[in-house]
């Protein structure tokens, strides 16, 4: 799974490891205050049960500060997702399949052009398994398209789909694959499905971010070294994840923001000089090299526990108990968005008639 | 998972949770400070790469300490599990089976006498599903045993073996679908595996214990209500766990004494009170009632830590990122144990041709 | 798997291996030409693509010949089964879902009596799997209902379910567990789902019996060798089966049939004496010892096939391709009916409610 | 699965599918009855419990009548392979592997050279799955040798692995699949694992072939259309094959030959005219357009069998009882053997230290 990836500037500065666009853009909102993120548009819809957040980065200041990429990240966040409530998974899958569409229009792709769905991470570990799980219950038709005659196809599109699996399980990098193959099959887009990691554990199982700027180096529960985006394919990269894990040592920090919280709904508020974590980083430091500048007292404190757990605490990860069957339910949502977005208002009647 | 028995002492006091008694006991010399406990024995044995340490609990006091039963507790420690090491797998395999027979002796038990091996825990669950793991690489026996003429059986031990599944998967506590199966088969002793929970993430996978006190409600990874010990089974009961993972909060509370540990290490003993958690109990609870009367600062700090994380971490475990594979490997070495323990030095040749 | 129960006339006559009634009658009729068995009532019903036929065996002769036990068998035939159609699994659900019901009033069984669900067969072997499979998506309340205020339970039954296992994995009688775990939760009848042997390729995974017989030593895919029926355990029990498998001595006599058929369909038949399987028992047996006196021409040469085969063939079986989609297809199946029969029109939102 | 492939020789004369060499050559020895097919050299090894034959098809008139592309072909009969015997497995591991390293030389592969591991066939069918399942227990090695320092990359090979799915999963051709990476990986060879389809049960997962003839269209267990072999990729394919099912169909044919094999075996040479399989073919074929001019009588008989059988049995396989345990202990014996031919003389100690 992820190592850090020493060029997240979120990372090098509130030592937050999260693969969502929308924490990072809370953290710095939090951490450095400003209302607004220069060239960063948020906007934020709501219903019954779930929230849709679009975010838009669209300078590279904003993007250098928030640690991701140019383009656009849409996220939806419903906590019933972790409440096994089918009607709630169902009415998120239609709203999920719609963001979709949004993405392939924007992409310029046309309703017959071909795609190639890819389920990153390790079907081995539960956390990682979200990716091929959804492509196990994708409807995948190249192949039936391809032997049929072109009047039947009209308005089909052609949908392939892999599972590439994990650099230790392959010897070989998922980017290389996934190049290998769109060179071979001629896709006009790649829809990626990986499982992330959060800064949160509210968020596990319970967010969906859809995104256009693709994968990068260290994202994602997997380990992966070679980004898997326009750049690197030559095509339009749509990348779907969801939280599976958070990082143990970002669960240390969230406790200790949660217990400053607690302190402070506990009515104490003219109490505070009793209730702190007051870490002196330059008694932990001592004369260690470290070029860092720390801004905050808090991030300072982050920055330090991380130092100190990362030996400890670096190969763990937490999840919900039922991480199980929650992986398996969200990747039915997923999957089911996928169905709808590619294959809607389109009857197959008459190529499965044709081909049987 | 296990839901919190409220009656564990050690956790009401310590607000820490582990089903291992040596992690019992060594909270509360740390924490109480005497160098011994009244009526628990203690004794260690060193070989390369695993520490093996019994611990005897005699006394009613030192078990209300500890918030164990009285009786024996055998545990191996091996960091090198973690590093998939074939050849440590199979030395401990090896000293696990030698550990067990001495149970078997001190338990009374027959060479021919029936055991049933019960592989307790959700097989749908990768960190609960050890003990249905071990079990299917049990060799069973008792039905080709009750086949064979009775000049073949001698000195043959019938193995039988369940996995009964969990309370959620099947609406029957374990404990009774144990006892209605013990009765049926006239078994003479029922030996139980579990996954558990420790209170360190270096425990994880590494650390294999042996007790003869059986399993106890609110024990192991799973939930259960029900006792499974020579009590509420009339059989001995020999239970084997491995701990698989470390609850959310419990981690938190480690982070802390790693970060204070951390402070002193980088050589700054002389700035004591410029580093350090110092969260006023006070402060926090406010008008909360409270009958608990901590003794000491740092379980204070365990305690409200407890209160206000387990509502967010409640629900939340941590474990390995490659616990699929670990799982695997320490669940082979508990079924390569057994299968020594039960079958060494008889030869099932004969009984095999007879059948075949 | 299944030996060959050495009782079964069916089989010693005709060598023919089935676990449907529908079969076995079937089989008498052709073979033996009477239009009607004496004491067995056949009621027939139909609608679209679903057959149900209703076989009442009453007396001890018609029980005899066909080698089912005196009772009822309702046997689904819906070829449609096979082609993944998700409305007519659905249909059917709802039309097995009924025919429990009337199981259910027929054995007498209250709307609030405990059932005990149980998933017989081999979970590591595909086509043995349909019980575990089936068990894995069943609605268990017993242990909801029993943490519920009594006025709230009224109207609900409780449900649970296990997977014993088969003796092979626990060197247990899966009749043994059974026994054991119904005495103990005091279940007021038992429901057995288990995967067949049928004799035709055509009813495999798309035939469904539900008989009130229970289920007997030999019979099902699994080899049992205790009965699991009234008798034995004292109560009701309901047994739903679905064929998985034909075994491969089997399908050469039907394979030979249809040879046979085949030369009439072509419109051959004045020239039957050319087109024949002419084997001449006294030529094959030679100086074995057989009692058996054969009456007709064709149960002759199966008798012979059968001897001449067992060696080769007897531990073959015949499955479609895709088995493994078709068993995860089927145990949803009878999943959903009995969810439906046990909890149809029942309001489980306030025991939820108090529980949650 | 596996549909026909209709340039298939063998199977358009004599109606036997199968894909091992040696069996394609028993038929026209038996059946043409030539002690010897030109260009094509047999030769057997014998050692306890295990037969080797080297079979080399130099000219084009024997691939064609054997309906094998010319090349290597060599098989390892080993019936114990069925008793679950360790020890067996171990000792064909070895063998395997050595018969490999002569593929390796005679393909004029370096001990540096880079291969791709390709684990053909669909994990969610069991007797297909003995690629992928191979593939699971494969040591790759590539990754790690390209993070190495070049003096410590000599002599070792750098091992990669994929398990590309089957078409009906992805919509994509396994052969572009492999291409692709083949392309992208630089690789000097592929070596195939695949299940395969016998003519006899015997040989269900006791058999093992090895070519360097690649895979051709509709061969396997799983339905390909796209060679795998040195014209369609470039360079050296070493396919491995297990077969795990023999079609429903060839069963019968098979059995027929016992039955009458039987009949002489039972003494009753002097009555031939009784016992035998008289099928007319005129009689059953009646107005059918046939061009097919049958030679012998018995051949005859499997066309007419096929013709009949086709829609009854055409989607059923026939496979050993225990197919489950039988594909993890086989795909293990050619993992085993696999990476004692890769990595067989070296240590990797240095590069693990190096790495780690």
């Known amino acids: 799974?992820?190592?850090?990836?020493?060029?997240?500037?979120?990372?090098?500065?509130?030592?937050?490891?999260?693969?969502?666009?929308?924490?990072?853009?809370?953290?710095?909102?939090?951490?450095?205050?400003?209302?607004?993120?220069?060239?960063?548009?948020?906007?934020?819809?709501?219903?019954?049960?779930?929230?849709?957040t679009r975010i838009q980065v669209e300078s590279d200041l904003g993007a250098q500060m928030m640690g991701k990429a140019p383009g656009n990240y849409s996220t939806f966040e419903a906590p019933g997702l972790r409440m096994h409530n089918r009607d709630l998974q169902e009415r998120i899958a239609e709203m999920v399949a719609k963001e979709i569409d949004w993405f392939f229009e924007e992409a310029g792709l046309g309703p017959e052009d071909t795609v190639l769905v890819v389920g990153l991470g390790n079907w081995n570990a539960t956390p990682d398994a979200l990716g091929p799980r959804a492509v196990e219950n994708l409807m995948v038709t190249r192949h039936l398209l391809e032997m049929s005659p072109p009047e039947l196809r009209e308005g089909l599109r052609p949908v392939s789909a892999i599972s590439p699996g994990v650099l230790g399980l392959t010897g070989i990098e998922t980017g290389e694959i996934i190049m290998g193959v769109v060179d071979r099959i001629g896709a006009k887009a790649v829809i990626c499905i990986d499982a992330l990691a959060s800064r949160s554990v509210d968020r596990l199982c319970s967010t969906i971010q859809i995104s256009d700027t693709g994968i990068h180096p260290g994202a994602g529960v997997g380990n992966r070294r070679l980004a898997i985006n326009k750049e690197t394919l030559g095509i339009p990269v749509i990348a779907i994840g969801i939280p599976t894990v958070v990082h143990a040592v970002t669960i240390v920090s969230d406790a200790m923001d949660l217990?400053?919280?607690?302190?402070?709904?506990?009515?104490?508020?003219?109490?505070?000089?009793?209730?702190?974590?007051?870490?002196?980083?330059?008694?932990?430091?001592?004369?260690q090299e470290q070029s860092v500048r720390p801004q905050v007292r808090s991030l300072d404190k982050r920055q330090i526990m991380s130092q100190v757990l990362e030996p400890y605490f670096g190969s763990m990860i937490v999840t919900p108990k039922e991480i199980d069957q929650l992986i398996e339910e969200v990747s039915d949502v997923i999957a089911g968005a996928l169905n709808t977005s590619f294959h809607a208002g389109v009857s197959y009647d008459e190529v499965f008639k044709y081909l049987s």
């Open 259 to 287: 217990i400053e919280q607690g302190r402070v709904s506990n009515g104490s508020e003219e109490l505070p000089s009793r209730v702190q974590f007051s870490i002196d980083p330059e008694a932990i430091r001592g004369n």
């Open 1 to 52: 799974m992820a190592k850090v990836n020493q060029q997240d500037p979120l990372f090098e500065k509130y030592h937050i490891r999260t693969d969502l666009a929308l924490e990072s853009h809370q953290v710095i909102v939090e951490q450095e205050g400003p209302p607004e993120l220069p060239g960063v548009k948020v906007h934020t819809e709501k219903e019954e049960g779930i929230t849709l």
